[in-house]
């Protein structure tokens, strides 16, 4: 099993920039996906960022330019850098991570994450 606890979210106004902290724990499998995922009242779950344990990442459009997805395996940690945000991202922003054979399933929407942390949410406004 794998625990993830989310950390860093908060409130900020428009043009600001937020960090968020996923600590993971627990068995991690050499090959790997994690990625951060959103969720605004009324909407879908949408993949933000994603990452591969070879290092590949993808980004949603409406955040491309604007948000970096890293990781630092020293702290076990997964991190979102936020810039220039807009009220359209304010949403409850979730880390999660899936156990993979080969890369593509990371960014692939057939193979769901089934790892998650609690949530943390984020708020800009205008």
């Known amino acids: 099993q794998v625990q993830l606890v989310n950390t860093g979210g908060g409130s900020v106004q428009s043009g600001g920039s937020l960090r968020l902290s996923c600590v993971y724990s627990?068995?991690?499998?050499?090959?790997?996906?994690m990625g951060w995922f959103r969720q605004a009242p009324g909407k879908e779950l949408e993949a933000v960022a994603r990452t591969s344990s070879v290092g590949t990442s993808m980004y949603a459009d409406s955040v491309k330019g604007r948000f970096t997805i890293s990781q630092d395996n020293s702290k076990n940690t997964l991190y979102l850098q936020m810039d220039s945000l807009k009220p359209e991202d304010t949403a409850m922003y979730y880390c999660?991570?899936?156990?993979?054979?080969?890369?593509?399933?990371?960014?692939?929407?057939?193979?769901?994450?089934?790892?998650w942390g609690q949530g943390t949410q984020v708020t800009v406004s205008s």
């Open positions: 627990g068995r991690i499998f050499s090959r790997y996906c």
């Open positions: 999660a991570a899936l156990f993979v054979a080969y890369d593509y399933m990371c960014f692939n929407p057939d193979y769901e994450y089934n790892f």
